[in-house]
């Protein structure tokens, strides 16, 4: 049996058959029902395992237990100098990058248990790094109900700061969230810290009314075109294609060269590639499939740029009128 590369699911059933019928029923308690689902299938299917495999995985799985122990117990400093005298430098690094995500997490984490008007609140008269700062850290309704509340001129400030933030001091973060609540002692975090970009940008902006999402891309647009463009490259997206209805699937079809959409359809994920297949008639689609069966070494990066074309087609098509991109909870389509 060839040694293979485990996915992160059978990694996981790796470490729970490990561990026992009995542990690992105590381990189920605190997972949730897909996440069982997803293990217990791959430990139907792990039948044989070599064992190397099975201790490369254990003691993985055991130096990332210690560094979120040692982590939490002693801070990041403290955490670097045990864990590379434990591990060696270069695997030490490598727990702490792959933990890195969950512990920018705990930051500001009561802010994503309030409602968004006790948020506005606390932030109110605040200077606009600071709500960008905190922003960066709720989650994407709250800041999105928060950023259509304020003030116009402070509106484009605001984005703009959460955008260009991306990394932010831990001592920064510190003060403010201490400042923000007393209760919340302190926080762990990596040396600098991932926060905003032009990413949480964008999806603020997918759930922001469409009024607030206007004035701001016009303003915007005019001071800082280029982020303009960058943050409408991230707010529709080719597999966001399966959301539309079929109106208006047919409508952006009729403008998409046959050639382009098998291109764009040769690499795309099967939920999406079936509701564009489905919303043809029959000779296109039978079109279509014969041009992607005989697509041969296509470059990935080709693929992308056709379906950003097709993606561009389909926001023309929504600033015209003529389809539209249904946004938010609350972004009610009338037939």
Not at 39 to 58: G, V
């Amino acid at each position: 049996m060839a040694k293979h590369k485990l996915t992160s699911v059978q990694r996981a059933a790796t470490v729970v058959i490990a561990l026992g019928a009995q542990r690992a029923s105590n381990v189920y308690k605190f997972l949730k029902e897909e996440e069982i689902e997803q293990i217990s299938l791959e430990i139907a299917k792990l039948d044989r395992l070599l064992p190397e495999e099975m201790n490369e995985t254990i003691e993985d799985f055991y130096g990332l237990c210690v560094t979120q122990k040692v982590i939490n117990e002693g801070g990041i400093i403290y955490a670097r100098d045990v864990l590379e005298k434990a591990f060696g430098q270069q695997q030490a690094a490598n727990f702490m990058e792959r933990l890195s995500a969950s512990l920018r997490t705990k930051s500001f984490d009561f802010i994503r248990k309030v409602d968004y008007k006790s948020l506005q609140m606390m932030l109110q008269n605040e200077h606009p790094q600071t709500i960008a700062l905190v922003l960066s850290h709720a989650r994407a309704d709250q800041a999105s109900q928060i950023v259509a509340e304020l003030p116009h001129d402070m509106q484009i400030d605001v984005i703009e700061r959460i955008a260009n933030l991306n990394h932010a001091s831990p001592e920064i973060i510190r003060i403010v969230e201490q400042n923000l609540e007393k209760k919340f002692s302190s926080i762990v975090s990596a040396d600098q810290m991932e926060v905003g970009g032009v990413p949480y940008v964008a999806d603020i902006m997918n759930h922001v009314d469409r009024g607030t999402e206007k004035y701001i891309f016009d303003e915007l647009g005019q001071k800082n075109p280029e982020l303009t463009d960058e943050i409408r490259k991230l707010m529709f997206v080719f597999e966001d294609i399966v959301n539309l209805s079929n109106m208006d699937i047919q409508r952006f079809i009729r403008e998409v060269d046959t050639k382009d959409m098998a291109i764009a359809l040769k690499a795309a994920n099967e939920e999406v590639k079936q509701v564009i297949l489905q919303n043809m008639s029959s000779r296109m689609r039978e079109a279509i499939e014969e041009d992607i069966q005989y697509l041969h070494n296509v470059r990935l990066r080709d693929v992308e740029e056709t379906q950003q074309k097709i993606v561009a087609v389909i926001r023309q098509l929504e600033e015209m009128g003529e389809i539209v991109i249904a946004k938010g909870e609350e972004d009610e389509v009338i037939a």
